[in-house]
């Protein structure tokens, strides 16, 4: 079983539409990181979570520590929206990432 | 704006040959990292640095080697190239006191 779990894998949907992806992991860690991945691209990080909940533009991600699984929501999603989105955790003073195998988005116009 | 800059985007190298990828980062940070990125595989880690000529193996170190003379500048090796080694190369780096990470926009190699 892998220790970070994302859903789904794969997600199409309509411009405008409330988009939600999902990431469940199974050790404890001191933090969550939601990361952006553009077709060919570089990797870009957009939250680095322990605890709560955090607002940047459109973009919320929440996680809830006791049940071990965090979400990122997009509101009023565009089609520039579209990339896949990694979930990854880091543990204690452990250097190392532990990645989720990532959502593939996509937003129709 | 902070900065993580791989030296190349895209390179084509021939089998056998010795090949340097090169991360630099204006952070002033402790960690840096490479990882390799396949199609179905996700991120693997190869190599990180925690200091200055510090160097772990990551996951997958087989046929690479890391230099590390000045913290700013994190190289990746790849001894003699093989075909195999044809991927998308990502370099990051970390403070230690923050959890946070920046990634460079990646190299994409290509060994023909």
């Known amino acids: 079983k892998n220790e970070v779990e994302q859903s789904p894998q794969n997600l199409t949907a309509q411009e405008g539409e409330f988009i939600t992806i999902n990431c469940s992991y199974s050790?404890?860690?001191?933090?969550l990181h939601w990361l952006q991945q553009h077709p060919g691209g570089g990797i870009v990080s957009l939250f680095m979570?322990?605890?709560?909940?955090k607002k940047h533009g459109r973009l919320i991600a929440t996680i809830n520590i006791q049940e071990k699984h965090s979400s990122l929501h997009i509101t009023a999603s565009h089609p520039r929206d579209s990339a896949v989105y990694i979930c990854?955790?880091?543990?204690?003073?452990?250097?190392?990432?532990?990645w989720g195998a990532g959502t593939k988005l996509i937003i129709k116009p | 704006d902070v900065k993580v800059t791989q030296s190349s985007r895209y390179l084509v190298k021939r089998t056998g040959e010795k090949v340097f990828l090169e991360c630099v980062q204006d952070?002033?940070?402790?960690?840096m990292f490479w990882y390799r990125q396949d199609p179905g595989l996700g991120l693997r880690l190869i190599y990180f640095?925690?200091?200055?000529?510090?160097?772990e193996k990551g996951d997958i170190p087989e046929g690479y080697s890391v230099s590390r003379e000045k913290k700013e500048r994190f190289s990746l090796i790849l001894e003699s190239a093989s075909t195999n080694q044809t991927s998308m190369y990502l370099c990051?780096?970390?403070?230690?006191?923050?959890?946070?990470?920046?990634f460079g926009s990646g190299t994409r190699l290509t060994v023909v």
């Open positions: 990051a780096s970390r403070s230690t006191g923050n959890y946070g990470y920046t």
């Open positions: 952070m002033d940070h402790e960690n």
């Open positions: 640095s925690y200091d200055v000529k510090m160097k």
């Open positions: 050790v404890g860690i001191s933090a």
């Open positions: 979570l322990s605890s709560g909940k």
């Open positions: 990854a955790v880091t543990l204690g003073s452990n250097y190392q990432l532990i």
